[in-house]
């Protein structure tokens, strides 16, 4: 019996331990800051897209582990960027989206992130299109990166400051960790 009663004990605390949560917040800037504040204290979180009916006018959202809920919470409102609202994942309906996805081409890879696309041919790691978003700074953002190899350039934070520019950034992020990867 005490075999049992262990079993279900450890398998309780490694849901808990693998609970996640969301938070929602009113725009992306307020994403952006919340997510500086959490990474500047190391907590394990990673910016999602919200199921659409829990959206509150951002199309991003924050994933942190349930078990720190309390601690980012209070984190969070002492330095002045409260989220709207907060829900535990665990139910399948509120399941974050995932913002990547990623397009194998054969010389080439694709990565999509939230509305941005970046595609590098594999081989010589050029940056070969720049894609997406609807914000002024897009053209400009492809002009700079386009034809650079993903060693040599700039960072997409360094040069937009709009949604689409963190987009972009997150897409430049996960493919440099794709195709950089040894």
Same mark, same amino acid.
């Given at each position: 019996?005490?075999?049992?009663?262990? *079993? *279900?004990?450890?398998?309780?605390? !490694?849901? %808990?331990?693998?609970?996640?949560?969301?938070? #929602?917040?009113?725009?992306?800037? $307020?994403?952006?800051?919340?997510?500086?504040?959490?990474? =500047?204290?190391?907590?394990?979180?990673?910016?999602?897209?919200? +199921?659409?009916?829990?959206?509150?006018?951002?199309?991003?959202? #924050?994933?942190? +582990?349930?078990?720190?809920?309390?601690?980012?919470?209070? @984190? @969070?409102? =002492?330095?002045?960027? /409260? /989220?709207?609202?907060? *829900?535990?994942?665990?139910?399948?309906?509120? &399941? /974050?989206?995932?913002?990547?996805?990623?397009?194998?081409?054969?010389?080439?890879?694709?990565?999509?992130?939230?509305?941005? &696309?970046?595609?590098?041919?594999?081989?010589?790691?050029? #940056?070969?299109?720049?894609?997406?978003?609807?914000? /002024?700074?897009? +053209?400009? @953002?492809?002009?700079?990166?386009?034809?650079?190899?993903?060693?040599?350039? +700039? %960072?997409?934070?360094?040069?937009?400051?709009?949604?689409?520019?963190?987009?972009? !950034?997150?897409?430049?992020?996960? #493919?440099? $960790?794709?195709?950089?990867?040894?």
């Amino acid at each position: 019996m005490r075999f049992f009663k262990n *079993f *279900f004990k450890k398998e309780k605390a !490694q849901a %808990q331990k693998h609970s996640r949560g969301i938070l #929602i917040f009113e725009n992306t800037s $307020e994403v952006i800051k919340a997510e500086n504040i959490l990474k =500047k204290y190391d907590y394990d979180i990673k910016v999602v897209g919200p +199921p659409a009916h829990l959206r509150k006018g951002c199309d991003l959202a #924050i994933e942190f +582990p349930l078990v720190e809920a309390m601690g980012i919470l209070t @984190l @969070l409102e =002492k330095e002045g960027h /409260p /989220p709207l609202d907060w *829900f535990p994942s665990n139910d399948e309906n509120l &399941k /974050p989206v995932d913002l990547f996805h990623v397009k194998d081409y054969g010389n080439y890879l694709m990565v999509r992130a939230a509305n941005m &696309k970046i595609t590098v041919h594999k081989s010589t790691l050029k #940056i070969v299109n720049i894609s997406g978003g609807g914000c /002024p700074d897009v +053209p400009y @953002l492809a002009a700079m990166l386009v034809g650079k190899k993903l060693t040599e350039a +700039p %960072q997409p934070k360094t040069l937009g400051h709009t949604l689409c520019g963190y987009a972009l !950034q997150l897409a430049y992020d996960k #493919i440099k $960790e794709l195709c950089l990867r040894s």
